[in-house]
């Protein structure tokens, strides 16, 4: 299974950018999709997710502004984000739980390849 990750870019704050991540490859059931966003020497942290049910969290810092989404048919992520601030500069990252693969239910983690979004004061 590959992600691919689309819609990052430069906007300015309070702009609005809509991220989406595709799956491909090996037809599998993904049970927890998530977003993830890296900035130069910090460590990568959950912006938000999403489960096979359509439970939904969200880090602090970008609830009531970002909003996870999932269409199972097309395979695909998305990322609303809303009201964006410079703070939200960062890569972002689509994240994968892929399986069950076996009847053992094994599973396998995946990650795109990231997307850079740069918000403007």
């Known amino acids: 299974v590959t992600l691919v990750e689309a819609g990052g870019g430069s906007v300015q704050s309070g702009w609005s950018l809509r991220l989406s991540c595709t799956a491909s490859?090996?037809?599998?059931?993904?049970?927890?999709w998530a977003w993830y966003r890296r900035t130069p020497g910090q460590l990568r942290e959950l912006v938000a997710g999403?489960?096979?049910?359509?439970?939904?969290n969200y880090a602090d810092s970008v609830k009531g502004r970002f909003a996870v989404s999932r269409d199972n048919a097309e395979n695909t992520l998305y990322l609303l984000m809303n009201n964006l601030k410079p703070e939200d500069t960062a890569t972002y990252y689509c994240?994968?739980?892929?399986?069950?693969?076996?009847?053992?239910?094994?599973?396998?983690?995946?990650w795109g390849q990231g997307t850079l979004v740069t918000v403007s004061a």
């Open positions: 999403i489960s096979s049910g359509g439970s939904t």
């Open positions: 994240h994968a739980v892929v399986g069950p693969l076996n009847v053992e239910g094994a599973t396998v983690e995946v």
């Open positions: 490859g090996r037809r599998a059931p993904i049970s927890t």
